[in-house]
């Protein structure tokens, strides 16, 4: 069975500073893995997927991720916060029987201190 | 403009009293699927829609049922709702199934049932 683990409920880190968000995959299968966030009172935007191309993956607003089979993680990470950061981000892992069904993370809530 | 349009956006509602939530896409996307977000659980799906007249159970179908009878439309209906339903519900599509292509979410129904 597939599932993510974000080791994370709340980051907070100051504006200007890195941002590093975890999260541990469990697949029986080589994974599609995605990072979604979720502004306050707003639906979900994609940021960035892995499809078994290149282990570090780039996404939107300068935001990257990198696969570690070995690990089994895929971590976000941003090299300086901005206050728009400031938001719910969601790993996700998708399913082996149908790739569009998506198994959620329970959510890391970034705060950016300004 | 592509979108997914979710109606109501905001829904408060006694145990027992039907209601249907409406999800409808303009681009022409095969896959749908419907989510329910609380706290601490991140999102979990109810149902799922490859294509028209084809639909199956996610985690978490108790209580709902769905119907895909065209395309761009895929309703979720509560046919006695309950206290326990009370939650965040997002509608979300893509292209083909067999490929981790991106979802695109609505902007969510916040359903209340006392």
């Known amino acids: 069975a597939q599932s993510v683990t974000q080791l994370d409920s709340h980051v907070s880190v100051s504006e200007g500073t890195p941002v590093l968000l975890r999260c541990n995959y469990s697949?029986?299968?080589?994974?599609?893995l995605f990072w979604y966030v979720q502004h306050p009172n707003k639906g979900l935007q994609l940021l960035l997927k892995y499809t078994s191309a290149a282990t570090l993956v780039k996404g939107i607003n300068g935001f990257e991720a990198e696969f570690k089979k070995s690990e089994t993680s895929f971590h976000l990470t941003k090299p300086s916060a901005h206050m728009s950061d400031a938001a719910e981000y969601f790993c996700v892992v998708s399913d082996e029987a149908g790739a569009n069904n998506l198994f959620f993370g329970t959510g890391t809530r970034l705060t950016v201190i300004p | 403009e592509a979108q997914v349009t979710q109606n109501p956006r905001y829904l408060i509602t006694v145990t027992g009293k039907k209601l249907t939530v409406t999800c409808s896409q303009n681009m022409n996307h095969e896959y749908m699927s419907w989510y329910r977000q609380d706290p601490g659980l991140g999102l979990r799906q109810i149902y799922y829609?490859?294509?028209?007249?084809?639909?199956d159970k996610g985690d978490v179908p108790e209580g709902y049922k769905v119907s895909r009878k065209e395309k761009r439309n895929f309703p979720l209906i509560l046919e006695s709702p309950s206290p326990n339903q009370t939650s965040l519900y997002f509608c979300?599509?893509?292209?083909?199934?067999?490929?981790?292509?991106?979802?695109?979410f609505g902007p969510g129904t916040r359903l209340t049932v006392t």
């Open positions: 829609s490859m294509n028209v007249e084809v639909t």
């Open positions: 979300a599509s893509s292209y083909e199934t067999g490929a981790p292509y991106e979802q695109y």
């Open positions: 697949s029986s299968y080589s994974p599609s």
